[in-house]
């Protein structure tokens, strides 16, 4: 049978380049929207949140968009880095802090 | 700062028999939480904890899960009789409290759970 696995979108780029990875979401009534890494073998990472009053927020090398029109959130990370291959999810907050969680978007960075 | 803590990082077991899951958060977090990552998916929530009592356990398959947080602190995670399909990484998470803008979840490398 096939793996799960192999169905996450995958995004290949050069070291050096912009990535930009995308997630839609459900809920139109969340409120709170988060970007996790996840290395092979190690549990997800905090990278960055924004609130649903925003629509662009920064920190450093990467940028969250969040257009709630069309729900859809988007991660750029500037000068990608072979250090950045991973998956990425976004989350988004249904309230009371339970987040569900995106089907993750393979990220590989060639030097 | 310490992480989530989280042991054993690897188990294997048989369907019917049982496991638990070992979880100890950052200190100073009233919230924890309990994930299911199957392979090739996002993390799915089956219990959240507010200091002792349970927030939202409506994802938790309770007939054979069970979860418990006794003093607020360290929490087990316990599953019996284990299925083949339960074969998964659990993430334990931790937040200082619900979480929202300021309160951001922090995971622990997981416990991988293989059911043969």
């Known amino acids: 049978g096939e793996s799960v696995g192999l169905h996450l979108p995958t995004l290949s780029v050069q070291e050096g380049d912009n990535s930009i990875i995308n997630c839609a979401y459900s809920?139109?009534?969340?409120?709170?929207f988060i970007w996790y890494k996840q290395e092979s073998g190690k549990g997800p990472q905090f990278i960055i949140d924004i609130r649903s009053n925003m629509d662009k927020r920064q920190g450093q090398r990467v940028t969250v968009l969040l257009n709630k029109t069309v729900k859809h959130l988007s991660l750029q990370i500037a000068a990608t880095q072979p250090g950045d291959s991973a998956v990425y999810f976004c989350?988004?907050?249904w309230g009371y802090g339970k987040l569900t969680f995106g089907q993750g978007t393979i990220l590989t960075v060639h030097p | 700062e310490a992480g989530v803590a989280q042991s054993p990082r690897y188990k294997i077991i048989e369907k019917r028999q049982s496991v638990a899951f070992w979880c100890n958060p950052i200190?100073?977090?009233?919230?924890l939480y309990w994930y299911q990552q199957i392979l090739g998916q996002g993390p799915k929530l089956l219990i959240q904890?507010?200091?002792?009592?349970?927030?939202?356990d409506s994802q938790l398959p309770k007939d054979r899960f069970s979860a418990e947080r006794l003093k607020g602190v360290d929490s087990t995670l316990k599953i019996q009789p284990a299925k083949l399909e339960d074969s998964a990484v659990y993430l334990c998470?931790?937040?200082?409290?619900?979480?929202?803008?300021?309160?951001?979840?922090?995971f622990g490398e997981g416990s991988w759970l293989t059911v043969v």
């Open positions: 989350a988004e907050n």
């Open positions: 904890f507010q200091n002792n009592g349970v927030v939202d």
């Open positions: 200190s100073g977090h009233a919230t």
């Open positions: 998470a931790s937040s200082l409290d619900v979480a929202g803008i300021g309160n951001t979840i922090y």
């Open positions: 809920n139109s009534a969340s409120d709170y």
